[in-house]
């Protein structure tokens, strides 16, 4: 054959050792994150946690925040798959120095100082602020229903809960009922030192499932004591109750509280909840919440929580915003989710004492509602909050203004389900929602980050 090949020695061993530092360009975000943890964050809050002289020294806390943020940033979140790519993937190799912590010191490390990663959201925030991305003259919300870590064919109504206990309680003592007369027998064939008395594995297994059950029907019992209670005081007081009186209704109402019959609580996430998604279907899901400024898309104050509706975040996302930043928005799009009198009032308030102007959709008409009011002319004085919210959306500036707010604050959940794998958390109960949210938004804000400066002009940045 007359064609030749370049060299191709699969066994030549390599004359000087290799550096992966020459396999990475030089504005990599591998590079761009090593970088930031190294000289720029502030891992205090983590050192402070290891306290114990004792045992074998753990993996450096550097090292884990260097591959728990570009596993994040780049959607690989799971520590299974981290630790794979600590082995197949040159970044994280660099990023790890050749270090391969297993998953389980990965997964210990997430959950032991979720709090403190979480808290880098605000960190992140600051160096936007700094790069000059954040300038706060418009800002849009909304909400998002990121999928929990539980199925919802694990959960269960309560009325069907006191069902399934009485059959199982039944069936229990039935098995109970056999595996005695089975071991009364046995004492007879075998003699009573003879072991036994293990119980079935049938058994066991519907003893589990009546435990959760019954651990489940009391946890929503406690919420609609509670929630009765709550009720009955501030009741009590908006008549003028004294305390012992207020009390003492709270406490007769919460005797007599009982959970609905459709109420759901999950066993393997009870925290999360059934909501309706994007695509029409019903999944146990968390509330994601996020204030996202205009020109750069970086998220300026975010939350979790577990109620569907996004009403209640108005106002409370805002204040966020403000403490977050030391700046005061200029303008707040959100989208009829959010409208509800008791915040169009306190969002007017706002606007009253710090400037803030809100375009709040205030959605369809409903038949108890006031007839609009023209969009001309003076105001009626009687006019409602919703009433004059509707009629500022109509004109000229309120139609430009609203219709910049899809696309400022929803491509960002769009880019973090996309390249972040942001869809579904890996980390159960509100807590771990919530600081798993966090640090995927701190990550979006680190990428958007890293496409303004870049790596050389990440130490300019900081160092002014």
Same mark, same amino acid.
Not at 83 to 94: G, N
Not at 131 to 144: E, K, Y
Not at 243 to 249: L, M, Q, S, V, Y
């Given at each position: ?235 009590? $007081?908006? %008549?003028? @109750? *004294?305390?012992?009186?207020? #009390?003492?209704? &709270?406490?007769?109402?919460?005797? =007599?509280? /009982? ?104 959605? $369809?008409? %409903?038949? @108890? *509602?006031?007839?609009?009011? #023209?969009?001309? &002319?003076?105001?009626?004085?009687? =006019?409602? /909050? ?79």
């Amino acid at each position: 054959m007359d064609k030749t090949f370049r060299m191709f020695d699969p066994e030549q061993g390599l004359l000087l050792p290799p550096s992966l530092d020459d396999w990475l360009p030089t504005e990599h975000l591998a590079r761009f994150i090593a970088e930031l943890v190294d000289e720029h964050l502030d891992l205090s809050r983590i050192r402070a946690d290891y306290t114990e002289s004792r045992g074998a020294p753990p993996y450096d806390p550097r090292l884990m925040v260097r591959i728990l943020l570009y596993g994040y940033t780049t959607g690989v979140r799971s520590s299974r798959a981290i630790e794979r790519k600590l082995v197949d993937d040159v970044p994280f190799r660099w990023l790890a120095a050749g270090a391969v912590p297993d998953y389980r010191a990965i997964a210990r490390f997430r959950k032991r100082h979720l709090s403190a990663l979480g808290h880098l959201f605000v960190q992140a925030l600051a160096l936007c602020q700094a790069a000059g991305m954040v300038s706060l003259g418009r800002v849009a919300l909304d909400g998002t229903k990121v999928r929990a870590n539980a199925s919802k064919r694990k959960a269960m109504s309560y009325a069907r809960m006191t069902e399934k206990e009485k059959v199982l309680a039944d069936e229990v003592s039935a098995l109970l009922a056999e595996a005695e007369r089975i071991d009364k027998a046995e004492d007879t064939q075998f003699g009573k030192d003879r072991r036994g008395d293990e119980l079935p594995e049938e058994l066991r297994r519907r003893e589990t499932r009546l435990a959760k059950i019954r651990e489940a029907k009391a946890a929503l019992e406690a919420e609609a004591e509670q929630a009765a209670r709550q009720r009955a005081e501030e009741k009590s $007081r908006e %008549r003028g @109750d *004294d305390d012992d009186t207020t #009390a003492g209704k &709270g406490a007769a109402a919460a005797d =007599a509280a /009982a959970p609905k019959p459709k109420a759901q609580r999950n066993f393997t996430d009870p925290d999360s909840k059934i909501m309706l998604t994007g695509d029409g279907a019903f999944h146990q899901c968390y509330n994601a919440q996020a204030m996202v400024d205009e020109d750069h898309q970086v998220i300026v104050a975010t939350d979790m929580n577990t109620n569907a509706s996004d009403v209640g975040n108005l106002i409370s996302m805002t204040e966020q915003t403000t403490a977050n930043t030391g700046q005061h928005p200029g303008q707040v799009l959100a989208d009829a989710g959010y409208c509800s009198a008791d915040n169009l009032d306190r969002a007017a308030e706002r606007t009253t004492e710090h400037g803030t102007e809100f375009f709040v959709a205030a959605g $369809r008409r %409903r038949r @108890d *509602d006031p007839a609009p009011v #023209a969009p001309r &002319g003076r105001i009626p004085g009687g =006019a409602t /909050a919703k009433q004059r919210m509707a009629r500022s959306l109509t004109t000229k500036k309120g139609r430009a203004v609203y219709a910049r707010r899809k696309a400022i604050v929803e491509p960002v959940f769009g880019q973090m389900s996309t390249l972040q794998n942001a869809k579904q958390l890996l980390l159960r109960g509100l807590d771990g929602a919530r600081g798993e949210w966090m640090l995927l938004a701190a990550c979006h804000n680190l990428r958007k980050l890293h496409g303004v400066v870049g790596v050389s002009g990440l130490g300019a940045l900081v160092g002014s």
